[in-house]
């Protein structure tokens, strides 16, 4: 059954990871996507392949984020594509350092900031013309704004912290438009953002750290993507989703 006929999403960092599987599960319900990759031309239309192969439609989008520009870049080339948004969905961002305060720069932070923070914040400002009434804005944040501690993370976590602030202030904003506006938070996620880091016993640990025993995957998050995206979270808005697994509670 598809649920998202008709409608048209952007999803931001579709090219690899949870960013893909957003995208290929939005299309698989019926969305037109809108691809949006930074600069893997070749992943991004390995996604949009792989969405057409299932019968379904999709088209590639290219802007760098976290550069001054990026959002006007971002919407200037999805409007030669598309005419009208429905769902937006802020999934791109990077994990910079992850040597706790002492090991963090300036620069490095100031990245992430620029990437995490700052794009998300102006896409979706631009997006508020083109977002069509009842439209949806979905931001990936993470577990670590308010589940457990990891100081190696402490740059990141700040990053993503704004987003929460950014849902619950947005949502007050455009609810008289019937959009909602809400932040999915994973917990550790299997993909290759994480590669190198989930081997061995770092992997059982973080994976003990869940009441189920085990890592998430790119699919468990875009379930629930897709949820707030369709017409059965009309009443969710200004909210935080857990997908940790458990870990964020435990």
């Known amino acids: 059954m598809t649920t998202l006929t008709g409608k048209t999403a952007l ?13 290929t599960r939005l299309a698989r319900e019926g969305a037109r996507v809108a691809v949006h990759y930074g600069s893997n031309e070749a992943a991004a239309k390995e996604t949009v392949a792989a969405i057409e192969a299932e019968g379904g439609h999709a088209f590639p989008v290219r802007a760098e984020l976290g550069v001054p520009g990026d959002a006007e870049t971002l919407w200037a080339a999805f409007d030669a594509h598309a005419d009208g948004l429905d769902i937006l969905v802020s999934n791109a961002g990077i994990l910079g350092d992850q040597g706790g305060i002492d090991g963090m720069t300036r620069e490095g932070f100031e990245r992430l900031v620029a990437v995490n923070t700052t794009a998300p914040l102006f896409i979706a400002r631009l997006a508020l013309p083109r977002l069509r009434d009842g439209g949806r804005i979905i931001t990936i944040g993470t577990m670590l704004t308010r589940g457990p501690a990891m100081p190696t993370a402490i740059g990141y976590a700040m990053s993503k912290a704004a987003l929460d602030v950014l849902t619950t202030t947005l949502a007050k904003q455009v609810g008289e438009r019937g959009i909602t506006v809400n932040t ?46 369709s017409d059965d979270s009309r009443y969710v808005t ?13």
């Open 238 to 250: 200004g909210t935080r989703l857990d997908v940790s697994g458990g870990t964020a509670a435990a």
């Open 11 to 23: 999803v931001t960092g579709a090219s690899r990871g949870i960013g893909r599987a957003i995208a």
């Open 184 to 229: 999915v938070s994973p917990g550790v996620i299997d993909t290759d953002m994480h590669e190198g880091r989930l081997v061995g016993a770092a992997r059982d640990w973080l994976s003990s750290l869940s009441p189920l025993g085990r890592l998430g995957t790119p699919e468990e998050v875009a379930g629930a993507v897709a949820f707030l995206a």
